[in-house]
Structure formats: structure tokens, C-alpha cells
């Protein structure tokens, strides 16, 4: 059996919200509730929730950011913690959502491109000379704009330039968080395209993190659905999108808008995500969900069959 490119055990992240003057201590905000997930090599798992699920503080959790409060992280079969950043550096990278804000602006690109050369390859002054000319013929960026600063881009060549810096760590696994959100529908299609064309060429493996479900269908083979900071619904791209299960995943895609389609609001009891600093009892989508029973609020659903092919986290999924 092929082993995971990334596998995650019961990974969670709860925020300390500090001690009262008077009074017990508070419990913390809960962001990421237990996860386990694997992700095949050369595989793309598309991550999707609405704002505030904890995509983002996901992905920190994965390329060492933020220390999760529970859990493992194993790449390649090999167990990483926080001891040696270098280690996360040379098998992980993080391509950000704002491209221009990602690029420290004091530096030129050269000196960007040089530091993972640098501090994680040890590479000396020729190599990393070589190595960046092969990297920038690779996004297919010329090789004059390395003497130039960040603000000298437009935010698709700024984006190109990010991802040539994950590529110069020289990791397997891409952590792409709204990779393409911040910028115009033309240059998307121009980095999506990008990006699938280095995944065939160089072998990668890809989290795809949106709230663009026309994007994550497009370039995902399996999608993750987060909600409040749980995966709700797991499953191949094509079923997920043609036949989902939970009630939360059929909100999105019917909030989505779609060329002739008028805009409607979809079937919902309420409309934003529940009170982090009081959470509720059983399912936390209930309060939203028009297929609700008493049994959602005594009960918390669980991810079955996160084994096979479709899994849902839901008490009365769609199409049962």
C-alpha cells in the first residue's frame, strides 16, 4: 500500500482566551476540532468551508505556524513537530493568499529566492545561481525581475514569484491557501493552469484551500468540507459536487452564483456560523439546517465511512 504524502491524526487547535480577573478561567476558543485525514502523493484535496471554519488555521498547523494543541502531522510515514523548523521547510510550503503582502518588501526578489537556498539547502553562491535561473524558467518568469522589489509586480507575477519560492525549498506538498482569491479571472486561469502543469511535471501533492467552489471542483481530485472547524463532508470531487450528502455542503453550492441562474437565497433557518465562545450542544449546523431533529441537538454526528468513498458527518444526510 502506497504510503501518505501527509497524513493528520487527530489534529485540533484551541486558542487560550487568558484568565479572569475574578472568577474560573474561560475555556479556550476551539478553531479546529480533531481531524484525521490523508492525502495520497500526488494528490489534490481540496478544502472548502465559508469564512471562519478554521481553513486557515489549518494550514498554519500544517507548515508549522501554529503548534497544534492535539494530534500528529506525518509526511511520508515520518512523524514532525516543531523542533527543527528546517524539517517542515524542505518537505512543506505555504503559498499565501495576498501575494504582494507575502514578499518581505525590503528585500529584492533575488535575496527572497536565495534565503530557503540559503538556510535550508546550504547552497553557496554559483548553486544558488543556478538553481533560481531553473526555478524562474519554471513559472516562466525572466530572470531581469530579480533585482527588482515586490511592489514592482502585478499581483499574477507576485503570485508566480511566491510559488517559486515554495518550489525553491524543493518540498513535495504544496499548502496553497487561496492561492488565486486576490486576483483577476483572467490571471486565475493563468496560475491554476500554472500549477496543475508543475503538479505533472514535478510530482506534487496539493491542499487546495477556497471558498470558490468552481475552482476546488476544477482543480481538486478529493474535497474536505469544513464546518465550525470540523470536517462535515469527505469525498471525491465529482460526488461531492454532482450528490452531496450533509445539508451545509448543498448550502454552499446553491449560494454559489451561477451565470442565468437568478440569485435566490438558499434554505436556511439562520445564516452565520454559531458563537465560538459558547458553542452548541450536538450538531453545531443545526441551527441552520431545515432537516434539524432533536437528535441533532443531543448528539454530535460523526465522519462514517471516512475509509470509503463518501463520507458525512450528519444525522439525516441528503439522499438516505
Known sequence: MTTPALRLE???????LGRRLFGPERPGVRAVHPVTLEVMPGETLGIVGESG????????????????????IQIEGRALDNADPAVFGKRIQYVFQDPISSLNPRKTIRQIMEAPLKLLHGMDRAARAKRIAEIFATVSLREEFLDRYPHEFSGGQAQRIGIARALAAEARILILDEPVSALDVSVQAQVLNLLADLKARLGLTYLFISHDLAVVEAV????????????????????????????????LADSAPVVGRPLTAPEARETELPDP???????????????????CAAKVPVLDGAGGRHAVACHHPLQD
Not at 487527530?10 to 487560550?16: A, E, Q, V, Y
Open 10 to 16: 487527530n489534529l485540533s487547535k484551541t486558542f487560550p
Open 53 to 72: 471554519c478554521g481553513k486557515s488555521t489549518l494550514a498554519r498547523m500544517l507548515v508549522g505556524l501554529l503548534p497544534p494543541t492535539t494530534g500528529t
Open 220 to 251: 481538486s481530485d478529493r474535497v474536505a468540507v469544513l464546518y465550525f472547524g470540523s470536517v462535515v463532508e469527505l469525498g471525491r470531487a465529482e460526488d461531492i459536487f454532482r450528490a452531496p450528502r450533509h445539508p451545509y455542503t448543498k448550502l
Open 277 to 295: 465562545l459558547n458553542p452548541p450542544g450536538g450538531c453545531a449546523f443545526r441551527a441552520r439546517c431545515p432537516r434539524a431533529s432533536d437528535l
